[in-house]
């Protein structure tokens, strides 16, 4: 098939990464026949400092035409500054809004060697295989925001349209795994949650095959590291997702290691490893490329239909899980070009 893959390395570790997701994407492309097209676009801090804008016109445009979208990671001190009024985030925030993206997708599957870096005990971690959706484009991140001298406001707001389509995101994913649903809201305390709970169980009538347990998020927080095998698909919103996938990437041994898919819009769906730019190690080819390989895999499965693609690209980072030195972050000693190679090499083994 023919595909055209926008790549925007971004910021920090994100161009050592992409290009790592890169290689692995061209040689599926060699070894299955396959033609992907890849452009390379600004976004985030460089798109700053080149553009003097986080998402550029000719970034967007690309988006628009594109099949898929590799996303290293965005952001760093250079542009922290928080009364700054342009932000490297905000590019991020708007690509999910023009690309409709309102599904973040994020596997959490452990392995064997990794998980035994986890803070937590070996008996807590085994069998953990969950999947998180968080609500993308709605929610506090996107509402109304007030500041003065004295005070400042965040305005949280979703309709019933934004919730349900999500939901049925979640239950639709359930069917095809262990048919259970864990919704989490701080119903509480907050209007919009009390909403998100209502559609959530009208939702539910519609798959009376999938178990559907609500479950506010503060307690949620605490089940992730006491019992984090007893989930199936967890669905949240925007703000709750965000907190709670970066607690769940501990789980995994390393923040380095997890993938996320972006998708639900009329286009392109975007994929991305969950970390940030980790400016602390930039530039040294110390990043684990393992969850951007991860994420090109989601783009195989999810984007361009190429499930047999992403299988063999998932086996060979099991393989070099298994066997492979493996970054610092992963207690190994071997580069992000070691690690990429090692992936290479064991996929052609195959
Ligand atoms: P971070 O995820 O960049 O780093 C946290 C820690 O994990 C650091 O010690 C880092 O070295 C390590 N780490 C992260 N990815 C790694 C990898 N692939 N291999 C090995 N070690 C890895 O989070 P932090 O430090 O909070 O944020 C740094 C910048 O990234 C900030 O500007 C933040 O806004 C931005 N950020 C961007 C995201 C995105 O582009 N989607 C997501 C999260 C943060
Ligand atoms: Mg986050």
């Known amino acids: 098939m023919k595909a055209s893959i926008v790549v925007l390395p971004g910021d920090g570790i994100g161009p050592e990464v992409a290009s790592a997701g890169v ?10 026949g396959h033609e992907f097209a890849f452009t390379e676009h600004a976004i985030g801090g460089d798109a ?49 809004k023009l690309l409709g993206v309102f599904a973040n997708v994020r596997p959490l599957k452990l392995h064997p060697r990794t998980a035994a870096l986890s803070p937590l005990k070996a008996e807590r971690t085994k069998g953990v295989d969950l999947v998180f959706i968080r609500e993308l484009t709605g929610g506090i991140y996107f509402g109304a925001k007030t500041r003065s001298d004295t005070d400042a406001t965040d305005e949280c707001r979703y309709s019933v349209e934004e919730i349900e389509r999500v939901l049925r995101h979640a239950f639709d994913l359930a069917r095809s795994r262990r048919r259970k649903v864990t919704s989490v809201d701080k119903a509480n305390v907050l209007e919009t949650s009390r909403l998100w709970r209502a559609v959530a169980t009208r939702v539910a009538a519609d798959y009376p095959d999938v178990e559907l347990e609500h479950q506010l998020v503060d307690s949620m927080a605490m089940h992730l590291l006491t019992r984090p095998a007893d989930y199936d698909v967890i669905v949240t919103e925007n703000m709750f997702g965000d907190i709670l996938t970066d607690e769940a990437s501990v789980l995994a041994g390393s923040l380095g290691l997890s993938p996320s898919a972006s998708i639900g819009g009329p286009g392109a769906g975007v994929y991305e490893p969950i970390h940030g730019s980790a400016p602390d190690i930039a530039g040294q080819s110390l990043a684990n490329p393992l969850g951007t390989i991860l994420s090109a895999a989601m783009l195989l499965r999810h984007s361009l239909g190429l499930a047999q693609e992403a299988a063999v690209v998932e086996a060979a980072v099991d393989q070099v899980l298994e066997h492979a030195n493996l970054t610092r972050d992963l207690g190994g000693s071997a580069t992000t070009h070691a690690v990429t190679r090692a992936v290479l090499d064991a996929f052609t083994a195959k």
């Open 23 to 32: 290689a692995v994407l061209r040689q599926v492309a060699q070894r299955f």
């Open 48 to 96: 700053i400092d080149r553009f003097g804008d986080p998402l550029p016109p000719e970034t967007r445009e690309a988006l628009l035409a594109a099949d898929a979208v590799l996303l290293g990671a965005v952001g760093g001190p250079k542009w922290s500054d928080p009364n700054a009024s342009i932000r490297p985030e905000q590019g991020l925030l708007a690509m999910r």
